[in-house]
Each structure stands twice: as C-alpha cells, then as structure tokens.
C-alpha cells in the first residue's frame, strides 16, 4: 500500500513512524518531509500548500491513502482536492477545517451550540475595537481571525498593550487577511489541557489527554513558541472531567458541525482551559497538535492506519483504539535564540537507537544531518511513571548533540505538582 503524509515537522515524523509498523504499507512518502524524516520516508520537495504540486504527485504514483496532517492544507481544501481524485484521505475537508481557519467561526458556534468557551466580542473595524478596549476588563485576549502561525493569540495586561495589539493586527496587518476581523475574549485561567480525538462525524474517540509547555523558557517565562515539550496523559484531566467535557464539549462540538452541514472527519484538537467554573474550550484546532502528537501517538497501542482508514470510511466505531497506561515525555531541543532569530546548519548527531526521535527542523547537507530550523527535534520517552518518563527523557537529551541546542528544563514539573 502507498502512503502520503503531507507536512514536514516532528508531527508529521511522529505520524510516518507509527503509520509504517502497518505491514501492508510498502512506500511511504512526505511531502515535504525533512532530513530526520528521510530515514523513515522518501521525502518529495513539494510544499505542504502546494495544492496542485500534491495532487499531480498523489496521481502519478497512485497513491492509495493520504494524511493531510497541517493546519495550512487542510484549510486551504487539501482534503476536497485528493478526495475529488478517488483518494482516500485522513483530515477534515475545507468546510469543516474553517473550525481552526476562523476564530469567529469557532467563537460563533461555540455560542450558538452553548459549548462552554470564554465571553467574547468580534470586531472589524479597528476604531470600534479600540473603543471596546478602552474598558474592556484587563488581561483580555486579542486573536487574529484567521491562521497565524500559532503567534496570533496577545494577552494585554494594560490598555497600552491591547490598543497595540489592535494596531499590529488590524492596521500593520503582521498577520496579512487573518486580521481583518480579531475576536475579543475575556482571560480565563486554570491549568491547560489538550486533548485529541479522532472522530469521523458519527463516533468520538478522544485519545489520551496531554500537557504543551508553550512558552520558550522555563517557568512558563518568555515568548510563545510552538511548543518546547509535552507530557502525557495530563494528570489535572481526571476521569470525571473526561467524562463531563464528552457530554459538554466533545459531543457537542461534533453534532454542532454536523447541524453545520459541516462534518468534521479527522483529527480534532480540544485545548481547553480547566477553569473554576468548569471545563472550557479555549480553541479547536482541526489536526494533531505538535508537539502533542510526539507524546501521545507513541502511547497508541492500536494500528493508527486503521484508525485512519475507518475515519475516512466513516467506520471509526469498528475501529480498535486503544492507549497504553504508560506515561511519556517529549522535550524540543531547539536552536538557541528561537522563536526570536536563531543559526542553523549545525551538524546533528543521534544515538543509535532514536525510534522515538521525532525531527521537526532538519537537514541533509553533504550527506549529513544538520540544524534547519528554530524546533530541530523531540526527544520522547514513555515509562510506568510521568516521573521516569521525564527523568529518561532528559537522560536521552544528553545523547543528542548539535552546537547551540537549547531546551527547557522544567517539561513536566507542572504536571508533577498535579500529581501530589
Ligand atoms: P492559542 O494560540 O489559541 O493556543 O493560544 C495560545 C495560548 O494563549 C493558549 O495556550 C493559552 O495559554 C492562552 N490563551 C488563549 N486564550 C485565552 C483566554 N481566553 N484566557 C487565557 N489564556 C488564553
Ligand atoms: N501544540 C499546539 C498546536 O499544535 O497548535
């Protein structure tokens, strides 16, 4: 069986390494992929939001299955595009990735549906978002509309800073067309949880839940990055939440799509805000979170193609999903100076044995592996303990070597302190 994985991050290393222990793949391909990705995929140069460069690709070799596994592509009708060509595909089509595309989409149904999420305001005009700020309760949470790049999210302690962020996004457009509406939000705190879910618009199957670290130093200080690790399974979701955020959230979030005309089949991503008043969504993503997916597809004992294939066939409830009680750790060692500017071109070297290495931004440079990227690579390890996780985790850490990585120290010790 020939297989595409369409992206190019540790994701997507995570996704091609659990996706080949399938016996009947026999190619397997990433597009783009990268250099770590090389040693478990023939890598294509092709962007992962080169829509047509995918299909002409996904034709030519007959592809018989397709992962669209970034926010871009599945949001630009990646998932449309293959589908139209006969090819089986995971990941939700341009309708039902509008629920990460639009943060106004997202608010507006989270309200319509009364699934819990933060009070908010939507504004497209920049003066009248100004005014609103002038007594807008303080922090408040500005979100560009559209995709950002994870960066379109400022949390404003002073008027000062709200008024700015309305400025940069409305007005300077850093995020170009994702700022011609932002969404308003009052500042909701509690300890944060991501949970994943695989659902195929009829059965929700949520996976094991997780903790991201998204803040590049240690201590939650510093700028948000992609992320700089996670744990997994998040020891603050009790059963008890799991249970009241599948009647109050997860369900409700499918069936609002599907009353939508918009049947989200995929991979969808719950973060949510473990508040005072209860479980709430703080956003929807439409695919794996990363570096989520480095902790929690290494947990899955069941086949994820499968799983994948009977999404797309809308059979998930026929599927066997199954998570080991185990714990893990993954920690982002990354270019020192990320997400700020940053060298690269660095020579990478790996242990020997590196099956839960997953590379994010890498290299093939004169036949080596090198530094490409602010995230290089996660370094995972699961354990019978979140403690031994973590502590083999950093002892795995040590035999990775390229010059200026910098991690966090601190993955995990959060999630510790839950567990006492
Ligand atoms: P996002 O890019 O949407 O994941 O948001 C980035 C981070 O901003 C989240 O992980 C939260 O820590 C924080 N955040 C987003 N919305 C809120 C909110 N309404 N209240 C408090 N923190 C928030
Ligand atoms: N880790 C957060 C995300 O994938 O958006």
Do not use: W
Request: some cysteine; overall charge negative; proline content about 5%.
């Amino acid at each position: 069986m020939k297989v595409m994985v369409v992206g190019g991050g540790g994701r997507e290393h995570a996704i091609v390494k659990k996706i080949k222990e399938n016996s009947a793949v026999t190619e397997i391909y990433a597009l783009p992929g990268n250099g770590g990705i090389a040693q478990d995929a023939v890598c294509v140069d092709i962007a992962a939001k080169d829509l047509d460069g995918i299909a002409v690709f996904a034709k030519e070799k007959q592809i018989d299955f397709a992962v669209v596994a970034p926010d871009d592509p599945l949001v630009l009708g990646a998932v449309d595009v293959l589908e139209a060509l006969g090819i089986p595909c995971f990941g939700p089509n341009k309708k039902a990735a509008i629920l990460e595309g639009s943060k106004v989409f997202s608010k507006d149904l989270m309200k319509k549906y009364n699934i819990p999420t933060a009070q908010y305001a939507v504004f497209d005009d920049p003066q009248k978002a100004m005014e609103y700020l002038k007594t807008a309760p303080l922090p408040t949470v500005i979100k560009a509309d559209g995709l950002a790049l994870g960066k379109g999210v400022i949390i404003a302690e002073s008027r000062e800073e709200a008024l700015n962020a309305v400025h940069t996004i409305m007005e300077d457009k850093v995020f170009g067309a994702s700022g011609d509406h932002i969404v308003v939000e009052e500042f909701l705190t509690g300890p944060e949880v991501s949970v994943l879910a695989f659902t195929d618009g009829k059965t929700m199957i949520p996976m094991v839940s997780s903790m991201d670290h998204k803040r590049a130093l240690d201590g939650d200080k510093g700028l948000n990055t992609g992320g700089m690790g996670t744990i997994a399974p998040n020891p603050y979701y009790t059963e008890a939440l799991a249970e009241e955020c599948m009647k109050t959230i997860f369900l409700p979030t499918m069936e609002a799509m599907n009353q939508e005309g918009r049947t989200f089949k995929g991979c969808l991503y719950f973060g949510l805000m473990l508040t005072s008043d209860g479980p709430k969504v703080i956003e929807y993503n439409c695919r794996f979170g990363d570096p989520e997916t480095q902790v929690v597809l290494p947990l899955l004992e069941s086949d994820l193609l499968s799983i994948m294939q009977h999404i797309a066939h809308g059979t998930l409830a026929d599927a066997e999903v199954k998570f080991s009680k185990k714990s893990a750790c993954c920690v982002i060692m990354a270019s020192e100076g990320y997400p700020g500017k940053y060298e690269s071109g660095y020579e990478i070297t790996l242990p020997q044995h590196c099956d839960r290495i997953f590379v994010a931004g890498a290299k093939i440079k004169d036949g080596k592996l090198v530094t490409g990227g602010g995230r290089v690579l996660g370094v995972t390890e699961i354990a019978d303990t979140l403690q031994e996780a973590i502590d083999q985790a950093y002892v795995s850490v040590q035999n990775v070597h390229f010059a200026n990585a910098y991690y966090r120290k601190d993955i995990g010790q959060k999630a510790l302190a839950a567990e006492v």
